[in-house]
């Protein structure tokens, strides 16, 4: 038995579940609002408060009989349908609103899961315009093969409108085949864990130990000396073994921190391709389904880093055309490519020859001189100002130009650009190394940047604006700054090619 196809014509409601989520939402606006206010509840609980105790449980209960009543009404005042090849949203409790999105506009749809919506199965949906700060409408819940559906339907309509022409969608069913590109395997998992960035991690664990250590010193300091006062003649004996057990423990828990998250995040990611875009599917608790249409896509960028590269792999990025930085939770990251699977995305993507094969195009020198002096010669200096006095031990500060010169050595040796009639590829890196490809039609604007230093040195710097963001070239011939803006400009000008 064939499902039927819901009547997107008429108002609907989404699925009850939404009550839930939005429950939900209304809670963690509450939490990140008042948690002040739950500290106070907890420290006016240790000084024996009894009054402070019971005003803040009626507050509690107020709260909560809030959230679920505006969860109930914004349910019950919140319709949904689509109206001359157009989304509408009708919506508001005490000031009603309603959004209206024309199929043209429209850029991504994309589906989200949490635990709850994969319970019941149903998904959030999410659709976004070009211009918008954040998804221009969002459906908390709706049953996942009236999601579908309904996306489906959009995408269609969509077409007709662009290609005004019946004729030409009567093909689109062999444009909707997907062929699998990449996809996570168990193993993959463990090695994007291990080789993420585990600095970020302990940069965080830091942070929420500090952070929890000042609100709650006076109880850290009475646990710390009940439990262990037995150990205060070892601890004092030995002084470096706490810092190091602390180190040892800090790095542990930052690489379990790497992992579990590369887990939760990317479990069972898989992308897919057909003739209209890329499709992404990742995620263990959240799943997520995003979308990319082909002519959207803006930059391909592809990296490593030291432990990445032990393993072959590279992070790949593909972003689209987004006027705000909240459109580019719709930008797709892959944190498990091989270099084949990369090749088989740029050759999906983009159909014309890449640039690897033209000639590196190398920074200035100078770039190599100026970099030094701020972050190796002025901090020697400096270093050097405020511990002459402390003699031979002041000779530590050497260590600073030889590792900065070392490091702007690796930056300025992988610094480059490449250029051909279709692409610019732009590389950089310092211990690993990234490459970052656009079409050159897509490129809405260039301008070239001088300071008083390059002006000097009849240098350079380029900056190419998309509509995913900028690419920089910095520090080159000014002649050869001005070759490039008015070749860009000239590919720009001559392309006929749309890709909005």
């Not at 992308?271 to 959207?296: Q, V, Y």
Request: charged share 20%; glycine share 4%; net charge positive.
């Amino acid at each position: 038995m064939e499902n039927k196809i819901p009547d997107f014509s008429k108002p609907s409601r989404q699925s009850s579940v939404a009550i839930g989520i939005i429950l939900i939402k209304f809670i963690k606006i509450t939490f990140r609002t008042f948690w002040p206010v739950l500290i106070s509840f907890f420290i006016g609980r240790k000084t024996g408060g009894s009054n402070f105790e019971s005003v803040i449980g009626y507050v509690a209960i107020g709260i909560a009989a809030l959230n679920l009543g505006g969860s109930i009404m914004t349910y019950f005042r919140f319709y949904f349908h689509i109206d001359k090849n157009a989304m509408v949203i009708d919506k508001g409790i005490l000031k009603r609103s309603k959004v209206n999105i024309p199929f043209e506009r429209i850029q991504t749809i994309n589906f989200k899961q949490n635990i709850l919506h994969r319970i019941f199965n149903v998904v959030s949906l999410e659709i976004d315009t070009a211009g918008a700060k954040k998804s221009e409408i969002s459906i908390d819940a709706l049953k996942k093969e009236d999601a579908e559906a309904l996306r489906d339907f959009i995408i269609s309509e969509k077409e007709l409108l662009i290609n005004d022409s019946p004729a030409a969608v009567e093909v689109e069913p062999e444009n909707l085949l997907e062929e699998e590109i990449l996809h996570l395997t168990p193993m993959d998992l463990i090695k994007v864990g291990i080789s993420q960035n585990h600095l970020r991690s302990m940069a965080l664990i830091f942070a929420f130990v500090f952070t929890t250590f000042n609100e709650s010193s006076d109880l850290i300091s009475d646990f710390i000396a009940d439990k262990f006062e037995q150990y205060e003649s070892t601890m004092v004996n030995n002084a470096f073994l706490p810092i190091l057990l602390l180190i040892i423990a800090v790095l542990i828990i930052s690489f379990l921190f790497s992992l579990i998250n590369s887990i939760l995040k990317f479990y069972e990611l898989n992308l897919s391709i057909n003739k209209t875009g890329l499709k992404l599917i990742r995620g263990l608790l959240n799943r997520e389904e995003i979308t990319i249409s082909k002519n959207k896509i803006q930059i391909i960028s592809w990296s490593t880093n030291p432990l990445r590269k032990m393993f072959s792999m590279f992070t790949m990025k593909i972003t689209q055309a987004s006027s705000t930085e909240a459109n580019k939770k719709s930008n797709i990251t892959l944190p498990g490519s091989y270099q084949h699977q990369i090749d088989k995305i740029l050759k999906a993507v983009f159909s014309e020859e890449q640039p690897d094969y033209e000639p590196e195009h190398k920074l200035s020198k100078l770039l190599k001189l100026r970099l030094f002096l701020f972050f190796g010669v002025i901090p020697l200096i400096i270093g050097a100002a405020v511990f002459y006095s402390e003699g031979v031990q002041a000779l530590a500060l050497l260590i600073i130009p030889i590792v900065s010169w070392l490091i702007i050595g690796l930056y300025h040796k992988k610094r480059s650009f490449q250029v051909n009639y279709e692409f610019l590829k732009n590389n950089t890196g310092i211990f690993g190394r990234t490459h970052e490809l656009s079409q050159l039609h897509k490129i809405q604007a260039v301008r070239i940047k001088q300071s008083w230093y390059q002006k000097r040195k009849k240098l350079a710097t380029v900056l190419l604006f998309t509509a995913a963001g900028q690419l920089k070239i910095p520090f080159i011939e000014l002649d050869k700054a001005n070759q490039l803006e008015n070749f860009i400009l000239y590919r720009v000008e001559s392309d006929k090619r749309e890709w909005m």
